[in-house]
């Protein structure tokens, strides 16, 4: 079997493996369905990895602890010249018995910096990006055939996918 360079518009078209041959007009457009679907899914990954990143993020930030050395949050916010997109709370650390003033940093989004190697973080950042690239393979795959009305799903469920998901993405991961 040769790969064709052109697209076609067969409906007969193989879809993964011999097994998924579609033999009716029927089960093609029920692959078509199954290409929308997983173009759709693709887009919600790609959004849900980008919140869990959020997620992470606003966690690590929250184990930050600055010790204040007899002066109020707002006297060092002055000092230190934050932002009003960082923000800080007081607190009592007791720690083996002592108790100090600190303050729990929260900071704006702007400047990520890498964080240490967490297990409750990167596994399941890990296991989220292997499923996004299966997905993304089996759409690439989709597209390989040069069937247009897989080319077509595909590009369908990637713009549902868009419409439905986007606003929760990053703008600049380098992944559309």
Request: charged share 20%; with cysteine; proline share 2%.
């Amino acid at each position: 079997m040769s790969m064709s360079m052109v697209f076609t518009n067969d409906h007969s078209t193989p879809l993964y493996s011999a097994q998924w041959t579609p033999t009716s007009t029927g089960s093609y457009a029920g692959t078509c369905l199954f290409l929308i679907v997983l173009g759709f899914i693709y887009r919600l990954l790609q959004a849900y990895r980008h919140i869990l990143e959020l997620k992470w993020h606003d966690r690590a930030v929250r184990r930050r602890y600055v010790v204040i050395a007899g002066e109020t949050a707002e006297q060092r916010e002055k000092q230190l010249g934050f932002s009003d997109a960082e923000k800080s709370e007081e607190a009592a650390l007791t720690t083996r018995g002592v108790e100090e003033r600190v303050r729990v940093l929260r900071s704006s989004r702007r400047g990520i910096e890498t964080q240490p190697w967490r297990f409750s973080t990167d596994l399941p950042r890990a296991c989220v990006y292997v499923v996004q690239a299966g997905v993304g393979y089996l759409l690439m795959l989709a597209v390989m055939t040069m069937n247009i009305g897989y080319f077509l799903s595909v590009l369908a469920g990637l713009f549902v996918g868009e419409i439905s998901c986007g606003r929760y993405a990053a703008l600049d991961d380098g992944h559309h």
